[in-house]
């Protein structure tokens, strides 16, 4: 497996993370980048036209994409610990997935309106908005998704917190945290994992 990476990105991250808890992370051959959404990598392009990190290739020279598909993937490669709950538990686990990537993709979005837009075009009701976003998703983390959270590691936590390691990385001075006691309690336990201590973002 060969993945094209970047060391900053969250939704890499969660690749990373799910490998090692899968005991499969040697087993991944990571491929620097150029990945932007203004100027594309026109090497990843060919195999994803997306041109998003992350993207898996495969032995028989087929690629794999987004980050969803490709935890899938990987949790497919080991039998234990399952990822991803073969029973009815499997939807609530895709949606608290779904909800921590939609936090990551507002935060995406914030971040692109500060660091790359011309600043003279800046939209602040867009940041605004995003940043919106992020909060009503940490308060349905808090409200209604400890439980899964706070029982055995599975895809959705791990999406649950590399959105929250993003939020701390690139959105340093935001306190998300004190309303959300609960959740930060989680984290801050989540978050000393060999998996997520070996994946922190750079760059």
């Known amino acids: 497996m060969r993945l094209f990476f970047s060391p900053a990105s969250p939704y890499v991250r969660k690749v990373m993370v799910t490998a090692h808890e899968k005991g499969v992370a040697d087993r991944i ?9 203004v100027k594309r990598d026109q090497t990843i392009v060919a195999k994803n036209p997306s041109g998003k990190v992350p993207t898996m290739l495969l032995d028989d020279g087929s690629a794999l994409f987004d980050s969803r598909v490709i935890c899938a993937y990987v949790d497919a490669q080991a039998a234990e610990p399952r990822l991803m709950p073969s029973d009815a538990g499997r939807f609530r686990v895709l949606t608290l997935e779904a909800l921590a990537d939609s936090i990551l993709d507002a935060a995406l979005l914030a971040r692109y309106e500060t660091v790359m837009r011309p600043k003279e075009l800046y939209w602040a009701d867009w940041y605004r908005g995003q940043m919106d976003k992020i909060d ?6 808090e409200a209604g998704w400890m439980d899964l959270l706070t029982g055995p590691v599975n895809a959705g936590s791990i999406a649950a917190a590399c959105a929250l390691g993003y939020l701390d990385f690139r959105f340093p001075d935001k306190d998300w945290r004190t309303a959300r006691p609960g959740l930060a309690e989680w984290y801050a336990s989540f978050s000393q994992r060999e998996s997520m201590r070996r994946t922190m973002p750079q760059g």
Do not use: C, R
Request: proline share 7%; no cysteine.
């Open 29 to 37: 051959e990571l491929l620097g980048s150029a990945a932007s959404p």
């Open 136 to 141: 009503s998703g940490l308060d349905a983390l």
